[in-house]
């Protein structure tokens, strides 16, 4: 179960590509309460070595907390694919990373992966008790995952977030999505209920 962590405010995730240069200098600019750098949907696979690179030394640079920006996260790749593992090994080493969201979340043992991960990266940080862990948000992005949301709440202490990806829900459903958004109405109760009954600490809807 999500232990309790300090909350954050999060009205939004503004994800900005970690392979554009330019977009993450513009990113030190821009207002928000979570800055998502993402290195999967928006980095191609034969840029995402030098992304993790240019976000590292981003990262890096930044100032601890600048007062514009209540959180800083990453958008690692799947855990099924063989980047998310140097993603996390990479970047959960930078001071200013508060977060990690995690896509594509199936089971439990996504989130199993990710925090065995961090733990091994920073244990002083994932230490019981600590003050500053790095946090986890989900996004549950399918059936499966909707049907596992129980097992996934109780993953990790260090789940913070349930965030639902709706477009890549239709896709899994073979679905469209219209105005009314009546098609999502079970899954969207369902991640507000399980987030409520096992103290996840804020959920993100339709990202």
């Known amino acids: 179960m999500a232990s309790k962590l300090r909350s954050t405010l999060r009205r939004s995730l ?17 207002k928000s309460d979570n800055m998502t750098y993402d290195l999967e ?26 007062a514009f920006m209540s959180e800083v996260a990453v958008r690692v790749n799947a855990v ?4 998310a593992l140097e993603d996390i090994r990479m970047l959960a080493s930078s001071p200013r990373l508060n977060a990690i969201v995690v896509p594509k979340v199936e089971s439990a043992a996504d989130l199993t992966f990710v925090t065995e991960a961090l733990r091994h990266v920073a244990p002083e940080r994932q ?11 989900a996004l549950i992005e399918s059936a499966r995952a909707v049907m596992n949301l129980s097992s996934i709440c109780r993953a990790s ?23 009314s958004l009546k098609e999502f109405l079970y899954a969207r109760s369902a991640i507000v209920t399980a987030a409520r009954a096992y103290d996840v600490a804020s959920v993100i809807d339709l990202v």
């Open 157 to 179: 202490p260090y789940l913070d977030g349930l965030a639902f990806a709706a477009e890549d829900f239709a896709l899994d459903l073979s679905i469209t999505r219209t105005p």
């Open 14 to 30: 503004l994800y900005v590509p970690a392979s554009s240069q330019k977009m993450l200098l513009k990113s030190l600019g821009i």
């Open 41 to 66: 949907d928006s980095v191609i696979p034969s840029m995402k070595e030098s992304a993790r690179t240019h976000l590292k030394t981003h990262l890096d640079g930044m100032d601890r907390n600048p």
């Open 127 to 137: 230490a019981i008790g600590s003050s500053d862990p790095i946090k986890i948000i």
């Open 80 to 83: 099924s694919t063989t980047f």
